[in-house]
Nanobody, 128 residues
Framework: QVQLVESGGGLVQAGGSLTLSCAASGRTFRSSAMGWFRQAPGKEREFVAAINWNGDSTAYADSVKGRFTISKDNAKNTMYLQMNNLKPEDTAVYYC?????????????????????WGQGTQVTVSS
């Protein structure tokens, strides 16, 4: 498994930006596809974005497409989520996750049970 630690959450006004980071250690980070999920109060955890092992393939939920960008720096063992034009409905705890897979083929990345390592989460609050 991979040990993951998120950072970068906080309080921001609608229309603002935040960048989340996910620092990894343990199993070879470089060979792992990874994802971001979020969970708002009273709601199920939902997929936000995913990236393949070397960063040249990404996928996004429709609700964040065009506003969020996922990236992965294998030299720094860190994954990022750049969030622009934030909306109040983006308010949630954001989790990073690592999967025992390398590619994004077959769209497995939408399902949280396909990931085997999770961070502790970081709170993002967007005020209107």
């Amino acid at each position: 498994q991979v040990q993951l630690v998120e950072s970068g959450g906080g309080l921001v006004q609608a229309g603002g930006s935040l960048t989340l980071s996910c620092a990894a250690s343990g199993r070879t980070f470089r060979s792992s596809a990874m994802g971001w999920f979020r969970q708002a109060p009273g709601k199920e955890r939902e997929f936000v974005a995913a990236i393949n092992w070397n960063g040249d393939s990404t996928a996004y939920a429709d609700s964040v497409k065009g506003r969020f960008t996922i990236s992965k720096d294998n030299a720094k063992n860190t994954m990022y989520l750049q969030m622009n034009n934030l909306k109040p409905e983006d308010t949630a705890v954001y989790y990073c996750a690592a999967a025992p897979r390398a590619s994004l083929i077959d769209r497995w990345y939408y399902r949280s049970n396909n990931y085997d390592s999770w961070g502790q989460g970081t709170q993002v609050t967007v005020s209107s």
